[in-house]
């Protein structure tokens, strides 16, 4: 799935060659993001004009104030998604995944194999056309915000998340 902060709207693949898209979310579960860069190492908008790239800060959203240096934003695919306090994870993530059940709740079977996202991470965006945007991101379980509703069955992948964007400059 890609989708666009500047125009607030999920982008149909055809325009994967394009600016008009600045995140996607892919691998399992859709769970993992990047920009949208031209050169970026297997990336999505490899080939087209994208300028984009993700950086994932170990801080609040409401926290974050700047814009980190253009050199610490990663290019690639799928450079962003598991955090290594949950199962599978290697290194920071933006989510935790509880395959047991065991990190945020009882072990019930409904409570594992749940993704929750991290309050203190806040993804920052270089968009595709260089402006950025920081992203909170909520839930990726349909029409559900609350934590304790969320379960191995719920409807998934559905993202909700806040952003705030940022003209360059």
């Known amino acids: 799935m890609i989708y666009s902060l500047e125009e607030n709207k999920a982008v149909v ?4 060659r394009t600016a008009r898209w600045d995140i996607a979310f892919s691998d399992i579960y859709r769970s993992f993001i990047s920009g949208n860069n031209s050169t970026g190492l297997g990336n999505f908008g490899a080939g087209g004009p994208g300028k984009g790239g993700v ?3 170990e801080k609040k959203f409401d ?3 700047d ?4 050199g610490l934003f990663k290019t690639g695919l799928a450079v962003y998604g598991t955090d290594i306090s949950g199962a599978f994870g290697d290194g920071p993530g933006w989510y935790q995944y509880d395959f047991d059940g065991t990190l945020r709740s009882d072990g019930r079977y409904e409570k594992q194999h749940v993704a929750y996202p991290i309050e203190n991470r806040t993804v920052i965006v270089r968009t595709a ?3 950025y945007a920081k992203i909170r991101m909520l839930s990726i379980y349909k029409d559900e915000l609350n934590p304790d ?6 409807p998934a992948p559905y993202f909700t998340f806040d952003y705030v964007l940022v003209k360059a400059g």
């Open 13 to 16: 693949v055809d325009y994967i």
């Open 55 to 57: 950086y994932l800060l």
């Open 63 to 65: 926290e974050v104030i």
């Open 67 to 70: 814009i980190p240096a253009d």
């Open 129 to 131: 056309k260089g402006n």
């Open 149 to 154: 509703k969320w379960f191995r069955d719920s």
